[in-house]
């Protein structure tokens, strides 16, 4: 075994690679451990949408939100090649509800949108119903990342440092404290000793390393659908947001398709793509909330992509200390969220891991 890291990171998804960046960006002196059993972004971050849109929906989401938005503006800024896709924003709400709806944008801005702005939003959903009891809303942009895409950006730049090392394909198996270390077991039998320690490995995390601590915070893991629609969108298509559906179509400009992404209602799934495939009653579901709103889109709603996260009932993070241990956190649970809260999420959890340094 050789010297020790500064920290470790265990799992290369969109949390533990902005983690590893940020412990990076805070001590440029450190030796940075990223390890991952599979591929960098290969995990959930893999199948998400990515979205990214100025929005909480309580406050305590809302201040993630914040200040992922602010944390992504500097990333963007400075890793410039990382593939984000800024685009219009739309949501449609109820009329009884559109006060609540525009207190919880995170930008100003969010406004009922005037006779121009839906010309622009029915240029693209050619037949969308509104009916006389929503309004749509809009103001503010939103946009979405390519997660895996952005992973591998970030640990692409990680790489060109000697003072961080990432290792692909090496199941960390298990954690052990030795002196003022962490000792971690592979499953091929190495061992890789770290000052610090920060467990992200999403929905892997309550079979592993870092169970404990999911467990006290009920997590369960929830299917996530989301259908394809093969229109091919352009920058200037926009996001549309069903408020009262928690549901959103969102243009994929990089892949030439739209997603439909919906909640899904299977709880309690195992996190491995044999185990998920699209039931016919997500996509009945799907298409249910679709037509409320587009006859068009209900016909092209057929396919998709599905995996899993792991969820809190309040649907906030688990960013906490790893019980029995100095200087480590864990950060997961991040239900169906982790794409946008990623940054506040990593923050969070570093702060815990260095706790014990200030
Ligand atoms: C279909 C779909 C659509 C989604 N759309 C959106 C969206 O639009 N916006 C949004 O914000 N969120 C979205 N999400 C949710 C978001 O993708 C997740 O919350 C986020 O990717 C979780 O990131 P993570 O880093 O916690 O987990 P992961 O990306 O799963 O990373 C965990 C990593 O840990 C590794 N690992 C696991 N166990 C070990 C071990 N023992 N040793 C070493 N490595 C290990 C895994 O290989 C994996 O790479 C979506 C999710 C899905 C499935």
């Known amino acids: 075994m050789n010297q020790a890291f500064d920290i470790?990171?265990?799992?290369?998804?969109?949390?533990?690679?902005?983690?590893?960046?940020?412990?990076?960006?805070?001590?440029?002196?450190?030796r940075v451990l990223l390890i991952d059993r599979s591929l960098v972004g290969g995990g959930v971050s893999h199948y998400s949408g990515g979205l990214d849109h100025?929005?909480?929906?309580?406050?305590?989401?809302?201040?993630?939100?914040?200040?992922?938005?602010?944390?992504?503006?500097?990333?963007?800024?400075?890793?410039?090649?990382a593939p984000?896709?800024?685009?219009?924003?739309?949501?449609?709400?109820?009329?009884?509800?559109?006060?609540?709806?525009?207190?919880?944008?995170?930008?100003?801005?969010?406004?009922?949108?005037?006779?121009?702005?839906?010309?622009?939003?029915?240029?693209?959903?050619?037949?969308?119903?509104?009916g006389d009891d929503r309004i749509a809303i809009t103001g503010c942009r939103g946009g979405y990342g390519d997660p895996g895409g952005v992973c591998n950006a970030i640990v692409r730049r990680l790489r060109q440092n000697e003072r961080i090392r990432v290792v692909e394909g090496t199941k960390v198996e298990s954690i052990r404290s030795e002196d003022e270390d962490h000792l971690l077991s592979a499953a091929d039998g190495r061992e890789f000793r770290s000052r610090r320690l920060v467990i992200a490995t999403g929905p892997w995390m309550l079979d592993?390393?870092?169970?404990?601590?999911?467990r006290a915070h009920d997590v369960r893991i929830k299917k996530i659908v989301a259908m394809h629609i093969?229109?091919?969108?352009?920058?200037?298509?926009?996001?549309?947001?069903?408020?009262?559906?928690?549901?959103?179509?969102?243009?994929?400009?990089?892949?030439?398709?739209?997603?439909?992404?919906?909640?899904?209602?299977?709880?309690?799934?195992i996190p491995t793509i044999d185990a998920l495939t699209i039931a016919p009653d997500d996509r009945e579901r799907a298409r249910g909330i679709l037509a409320k709103y587009s006859s068009k889109l209900v016909d092209m709603c057929t396919n998709g992509r599905v995996f899993c996260?792991?969820?809190t009932q309040s649907?906030?993070?688990?960013?906490?200390p790893l019980p029995g241990m100095q200087r480590a956190s864990v950060a997961g649970a991040c239900s169906g969220f982790g794409f946008r809260l990623a940054p506040a999420i990593a923050r969070r959890a570093l702060d815990l891991a260095c706790a014990a340094d200030a």
């Open 315 to 320: 649907r906030l993070p688990v960013i906490a």
């Open 208 to 214: 592993g390393p870092g169970m404990e601590a999911m």
């Open 309 to 311: 996260d792991a969820y």
């Open 84 to 130: 984000f896709f800024d685009l219009p924003l739309y949501g449609i709400t109820r009329a009884e509800n559109s006060a609540l709806m525009l207190s919880r944008f995170t930008k100003p801005g969010a406004h009922r949108a005037d006779a121009d702005e839906l010309r622009r939003l029915t240029d693209t959903y050619t037949d969308l119903e509104i």
């Open 230 to 269: 093969e229109m091919t969108p352009t920058l200037e298509s926009p996001i549309l947001f069903f408020l009262d559906d928690d549901s959103y179509l969102l243009p994929v400009v990089h892949r030439g398709h739209w997603i439909f992404s919906f909640p899904s209602t299977h709880w309690d799934c």
């Open 8 to 30: 470790a990171i265990v799992g290369a998804g969109i949390v533990g690679a902005q983690v590893a960046y940020q412990a990076h960006q805070r001590h440029p002196d450190w």
């Open 54 to 81: 100025p929005f909480g929906w309580s406050p305590e989401q809302k201040i993630l939100a914040s200040e992922s938005l602010e944390l992504y503006t500097r990333l963007k800024r400075d890793i410039p090649e």
